[in-house]
């Protein structure tokens, strides 16, 4: 059934379903987060071979959403969504049930492209269904509500590694994947408003026109910068927390859960100030993340607390999701006929250019102390605030 066709009260358990699933891809790369020490000890690996199960993910995610916007757009939007949902109960229950870290890494790969069409396809739901300021208000709610998983997820794996250990995680994401696809299957509808047949040709060409579109481009970098921000705290915040600071994995939880709630408050911030011309508003929020930073690491340098680390790093992640929603929304909309290629270039280049940030951080040394974390926000955040100098200085908006 199109949704478009069906009752009122199925079209709002659609909205309700979607916004359910939106956080998922969130849990997929967060709930685990607390158990990296963990998983590294159980299976005797060091901690880059755990880091990489985290980036293989994000790399294949990338990757992935560049070719299923196509995909969806001529195929429609349930099918793929339900297949995907299909695999992620099997990947999650086989990394559960391994002790192989090679496996667990190829499961990763899969899972990344699994949730790729998932996301790429509830990206665009709300482009397929409404019109104008109606789906500019949804999209604006898209980042927010994903921001769930960021929050609730590390929170949540930190008690399930607590009790039960780390093999409860993807325990956790087979059940909610099951229930997202009865979901799909009681309340889900088709939304693609007209399929267009896979040209291929045609495909590379929308791809061209799009990358030569700088604005819609140098927006993705600053989305992945952004986004890679917080991956510092991610890669390599557990292990940092737990072996130079001492804390467990529940500890952990605590401090992820309380940047989560930072990029919540950065994308509520950015919602509020809609008004707000874009690139003054854009240039104070990376302008502050720089200068957070540096007080970060020159504070660092006479006090290495977790709570220094944890407090700055509230301020860092609002500044950050601030940025990332305020581009979210503005990348969305430059293509909106092709809202599935669009949305699948637009993330899948925002995913390939976090997952080399995670390598270059993972790479780029022993992480140990509030200084050594402070720096690698720096290594990040340069480099958005030279993207961002690009933008307000030449004519996109």
């Known amino acids: 059934?199109?949704?478009?066709?069906?009752?009122?009260?199925?079209?709002?358990?659609?909205?309700?379903?979607?916004?359910?699933?939106i956080p998922f891809s969130g849990f997929m790369t967060d709930i685990y987060l607390p158990s990296f020490p963990s998983?590294?000890?159980?299976?005797?690996?060091?901690?880059?071979?755990?880091?990489?199960?985290?980036?293989?993910?994000?790399?294949?995610?990338?990757?992935?959403?560049?070719?299923?916007?196509?995909?969806?757009?001529?195929?429609?939007?349930q099918k793929p969504v339900l297949i995907s949902l299909v695999t992620l109960v099997l990947s999650s229950?086989?990394?559960?049930?391994?002790?192989?870290?090679?496996?667990?890494?190829?499961?990763?790969?899969?899972?990344?492209?699994?949730?790729?069409?998932?996301?790429?396809?509830?990206?665009?739901?709300?482009?397929?269904?409404?019109?104008?300021?109606?789906?500019?208000?949804?999209?604006?709610?898209?980042?927010?509500?994903?921001?769930?998983?960021?929050?609730?997820?590390?929170?949540?794996?930190?008690?399930l590694e607590d009790l039960i250990g780390w093999k409860s995680n993807f325990w956790f994401l087979a059940i909610y994947a099951i229930i997202l696809l009865i979901g799909e299957l009681s309340v889900g509808g088709e939304t693609v408003p007209a399929k267009s047949k896979f040209h291929f040709k045609t495909i590379v060409n929308l791809y061209g026109t799009m990358l030569q579109n700088s604005g819609f481009v140098l927006g993705i970098l600053v989305l992945g910068l952004s986004y890679s921000v917080t991956m510092v705290f991610n890669?390599?915040?557990?292990?940092?927390v737990e072996e130079h600071f001492g804390f467990n994995s529940v500890v952990i939880g605590y401090c992820t859960l309380i940047l989560g709630i930072a990029w919540m408050l950065g994308g509520i911030i950015s919602k509020r100030s809609i008004h707000l011309k874009f690139n003054a508003k854009?240039?104070?929020?990376?302008?502050?993340?720089?200068?957070?930073?540096?007080?970060?690491?020159?504070?660092?340098?006479?006090?290495?607390?977790?709570?220094?680390?944890?407090?700055?790093?509230?301020?860092?992640?609002?500044?950050?999701?601030?940025?990332?929603?305020n581009f979210f929304t503005h990348n969305l909309l430059f293509f909106p006929k092709n809202a599935g290629i669009a949305g699948g270039l637009m993330g899948g280049l925002l995913y390939i250019v976090t997952s080399l940030s995670s390598f270059v951080i993972a790479s780029s040394g022993e992480i140990i102390t509030t200084m050594d974390m402070g720096l690698r926000y720096l290594m990040i955040s340069v480099p958005l605030l030279i993207v961002v100098l690009i933008i307000?200085?030449?004519?996109f908006n």
């Open 392 to 395: 307000i200085r030449r004519p």
């Open 39 to 77: 998983m590294a000890n159980n299976l005797n690996v060091s901690e880059h071979s755990i880091q990489l199960t985290l980036t293989a993910f994000f790399l294949s995610y990338g990757f992935a959403q560049l070719l299923v916007g196509s995909v969806l757009d001529s195929v429609g939007r």
């Open 235 to 240: 890669v390599a915040g557990p292990f940092v």
């Open 93 to 159: 229950i086989g990394i559960a049930l391994t002790k192989d870290v090679s496996l667990i890494i190829s499961l990763r790969i899969v899972q990344g492209i699994a949730t790729a069409f998932i996301v790429v396809a509830k990206r665009a739901f709300f482009v397929d269904l409404f019109e104008a300021e109606e789906r500019k208000g949804y999209l604006s709610y898209f980042t927010i509500v994903w921001s769930a998983g960021p929050i609730i997820a590390p929170f949540l794996g930190g008690y």
């Open 282 to 325: 854009t240039l104070i929020g990376t302008l502050s993340q720089v200068a957070l930073i540096g007080l970060l690491i020159a504070i660092a340098g006479y006090s290495d607390w977790l709570v220094l680390l944890i407090g700055f790093g509230f301020l860092i992640h609002i500044c950050s999701g601030f940025l990332f929603t």
């Open 1 to 21: 059934m199109h949704l478009n066709d069906a009752s009122p009260k199925r079209k709002k358990l659609a909205i309700l379903l979607t916004f359910v699933t």
